[in-house]
């Protein structure tokens, strides 16, 4: 239950931002662009990306670029328009985007156990994903 209400929240923040990540705030002053200027890699152990090392590499100007290190698609790399990502308890943080393919992804990250829990989708279909992080930059 807790996971899925961090997942709408995190709906809420990307679908409210207007296109600006970088500038978005909560009520009450929370910060919508937590991951700023940070590199986070992604060891993703289901869905359809099993396997998979991702590196995103969250920039200043709200746009974030993820890049294959390993398995499927290896050295596949891709920078999007907007993400959004918020602080939504002590060390733990929920990012989102929508890739101009299509496909989104919503995480949250802990940031004290280094795992990750969300949704991963495209046109069709939907995915649960788990897997563990490191903030590398």
Do not use: C
């Not at 991702?54 to 993400?83: A, M, N, P, R």
Request: hydrophobic share 40%; charged share 10%; proline share 1%.
């Amino acid at each position: 239950m807790r996971t899925v209400v961090l997942v709408a929240l995190s709906f809420f923040a990307f679908a409210n931002l207007d296109g600006h990540a970088s500038i978005g705030h909560l009520q009450g002053g929370g910060n919508m662009d937590s991951l700023r200027g940070k590199t986070v890699r992604y060891t993703f152990t289901d869905g359809p990306m099993a396997g998979a090392l991702v590196e995103h590499t969250f920039h200043g100007d709200g746009s974030v670029t993820w890049h294959i290190l390993e398995g499927q698609g290896k050295g596949v790399s891709v920078q999007e328009k907007h993400y959004a990502s918020m602080q939504v308890a002590e060390n733990v943080h929920t990012v989102s985007y929508l890739a101009a393919s299509g496909h989104t992804l919503t995480v949250v990250l802990n940031l004290a156990t280094g795992r990750m829990f969300g949704f991963g989708s495209n046109n069709t279909e939907w995915h649960p994903v788990t897997g563990t992080f490191e903030v590398v930059q």
